[in-house]
């Protein structure tokens, strides 16, 4: 009887940590400023085209579209050019600069417009998006960042299914705390902000050597005094992460849990390792309970994996049903990335080598960047 009480609490937290998902909102009446949307992309020419055609649905008078090709090996020039971006080619990096951070700064630093909007390459905005977001992040200072609705056709695809909740899970921004929760991150595949406050935050001259520069991002605009504001992009922005398979998948993820390792803090970390616990738990209750008993809290534990996943993105109730599979995976990561990160091994992706930590005594890039946007 204690072992199913504990059960339920740990159930219980599953609720907490994931109690509202509140979309940006209706976009305000009247004219909206203009828009640079900033793309980095690296070998994106078959990922490209629906967020393109998206963007040129969605463009306004005075929007651009910069495509930052950042040492692409295929024809992703060649396929936002046709799409009705502008390409930008990133230069090499400096020193102690990630590719990404470097892609957006150079692309910020053509920018135009007195607000920008980062999109992934993978990304695309359903109808009324852009000026959704615009909306939102017009209405309010500091950094808006919406999550994708993923959208997985493949069953392959749905294994990503707990790596997508733990990653929501741990911003700790969706708990009935509502607007009392401090972002511990941000999504990077959507953010969206006014020029002054990216400046204001140092930009992404600021991350210039962070693995994850949303988290990153949205720690400086925080110690700006600057509010990070977290949405979900259901109805507005979507994307499909991973359409490769389950190597991508892998290497994407492992990314990812490596440099954002401690991001959530100590509290929320304990909170979704609870919860986890309570995922795993009707394993355990098979040996200590009637049989009935450890299925309905599997089938209780499937339950709520179907409710938030219906928020998250297209896995259908079969990936909440046998979601013990993608449990499995999802530890295999994160496994993988403890191991990556203790060893102070480099993750790989897309070609480039990523440190997962510092280097004892390797200081920060610092001094001019170049990224410095123009006056609209």
């Not at 692409?72 to 930008?88: C, K, Q």
């Not at 009707?282 to 938030?308: D, S």
Request: glycine share 12%; charged share 20%; aromatic share 6%.
């Amino acid at each position: 009887m204690r072992d199913l009480a504990a059960f339920l609490v740990l159930w219980a937290i599953g609720w907490w940590l994931l109690w509202r998902f509140p979309g940006p909102g209706r976009a305000p009446a009247g004219a909206r400023p203009p828009v640079s949307v900033v793309v980095p992309a690296r070998d994106e020419a078959g990922t490209l085209p629906p967020l393109l055609e998206s963007l040129a649905r969605e463009r306004q008078p005075g929007d651009e579209v910069l495509v930052v090709d950042d040492h692409s090996t295929d024809a992703t020039a060649e396929v936002a050019a046709s799409g009705g971006a502008r390409v930008v080619s990133a230069p090499d990096p400096p020193p102690g600069w990630a590719g990404k951070p470097w892609a957006c700064a150079t692309g910020v630093e053509q920018a135009s417009s007195p607000l920008l909007v980062f999109l992934d390459a993978d990304a695309r905005l359903e109808r009324g998006g852009l000026d959704r977001v615009a909306g939102l992040a017009t209405g309010r200072r500091g950094l808006v960042s919406l999550q994708p609705f993923h959208l997985v056709p493949r069953p392959v695809e749905r294994l990503a299914a707990f790596c997508n909740l733990v990653g929501v899970m741990g911003t700790g921004a969706f708990t009935p705390r509502g607007a009392r929760a401090v972002p511990r991150g941000a999504f990077g595949p959507c953010l969206a902000t006014s020029v002054d406050d990216y400046r204001r935050a140092g930009g992404h001259a600021a991350v210039a050597d962070a693995v994850l520069d949303d988290v990153a991002l949205a720690r400086r605009y925080q110690a700006a005094g600057l509010p990070v504001t977290l949405r979900s992009g259901r109805g507005v922005v979507a994307y499909r992460m991973y359409a490769g398979g389950l190597r991508p998948l892998v290497e994407g993820f492992t990314k990812n849990l490596a440099g954002g390792a401690g991001a959530a803090g100590p509290v929320v970390t304990l909170l979704v390792a609870g919860w986890l616990a309570a995922t795993v738990a009707p394993a355990v209750l098979l040996t200590r309970v009637p049989v009935v008993v450890a299925l309905g809290a599997y089938a209780l534990v499937a339950v709520q994996v179907h409710v938030h996943l219906r928020r998250l993105g297209s896995f259908g109730p079969a990936t909440a049903a046998l979601y013990a599979l993608p449990l499995l995976v999802f530890l295999g990561i994160f496994a993988r990335s403890l191991v990556v990160t203790a060893l102070g091994r480099p993750v790989r992706w897309k070609g480039r080598s990523l440190p997962t930590r510092r280097r004892r005594g390797e200081r920060r890039p610092t001094g001019s960047t170049g990224a410095r946007p123009r006056s609209p």
